[in-house]
DNA sequence: TATGGTACTTACTAAAAAGTAAGTTTTATG
DNA sequence: CATAAAACTTACTTTTTAGTAAGTACCATA
């Protein structure tokens, strides 16, 4: 849970507010976020399908992952009335309007990024 | 001071190892990361400068996403023999290639975020 | 009853990121 | 000496994110 009045939490709304690209960043940042996006790219997949698509992901945190996205539109969560339940994740049309910029981002990512492990370099 | 063997730690070199926007979004994301890259993309600014175009951020801040920066090269530092001190920071080859990503991530935020504050919507 | 399947929820811990406040460095000037 | 300027560094605290582990719900089947 957010602390509403923190400085921490002041600056990350003002800067949310100010700058589009905290603004997205805002919405995409999450461990899993953006390989859960990458996946349902195509067609829309239950829980377990993510689940196995996400290598090391637990339940809790891919809940937790998509109901935030759920929450910032970006994706649909429809519940059937079945047993087992059977829930699917599909991307909504401002979903499928981060593709490309995904995308983009991708490219850039793909240009610089070693092709050997070599992070060390980081603290 | 990142612990090397946690599961959030091997979680995450995995999604950057294998994942271009994450890799992308390690280099850029932090509190103050994009305003910086921003602030430099027309001219070198010294310290001083930079910490006057962010309001809010401490020298502390300020200070230690520079250095972040530096170390994955998206920015140079340049420190003069002078005093008082004066040290400018600048935009590598590196850094202004990921303008054109940074500007195209804008337009996306820009064409989506609302014109009023309604960020209560999220948990 | 037990077991199974799917998709969670809950209570807690560990790790990471951000921030607070004080102190340091290098000289220059009064 | 004191004060000033700019750019940090250090030790600590607060806040946030990610993860661990157990439990729950809804049925169906043996």
Same mark, same amino acid.
């Given at each position: 849970?957010? !602390?509403?009045?923190?400085?921490? #939490? ?10 589009? =690209?905290?603004?997205?960043? @805002? ?11 990458f ?9 377990s @399908?993510? !689940?196995? $698509? ?13 109901r ?12 059937? $009335?079945? =047993?087992?339940?059977? =829930? @699917? ?7 499928? #309007? ?8 991708? !490219?850039?990512?793909? #240009? ?6 070599? !992070?060390? $370099?980081? $603290?």
């Amino acid at each position: 849970m957010r !602390k509403e009045n923190s400085t921490n #939490s002041i600056n990350r709304e003002a800067l949310i507010n100010q700058c589009p =690209v905290n603004y997205t960043l @805002e919405l995409i940042g999450g461990r899993w976020k953006t390989l859960i996006l990458f996946n349902l790219q195509n067609k829309p997949l239950r829980f377990s @399908e993510l !689940k196995r $698509a996400l290598p090391g992901v637990t339940e809790k945190m891919l809940t937790q992952q998509l109901r935030e996205l759920e929450a910032d539109n970006l994706l649909t969560r429809t519940v059937y $009335a079945e =047993v087992p339940p059977r =829930v @699917e994740y599909s991307l909504t049309d401002l979903g499928k #309007s981060l593709q490309p910029v995904l995308i983009n981002i991708a !490219k850039w990512g793909l #240009s610089v990024m070693p092709t050997y492990t070599s !992070k060390q $370099a980081r $603290a």
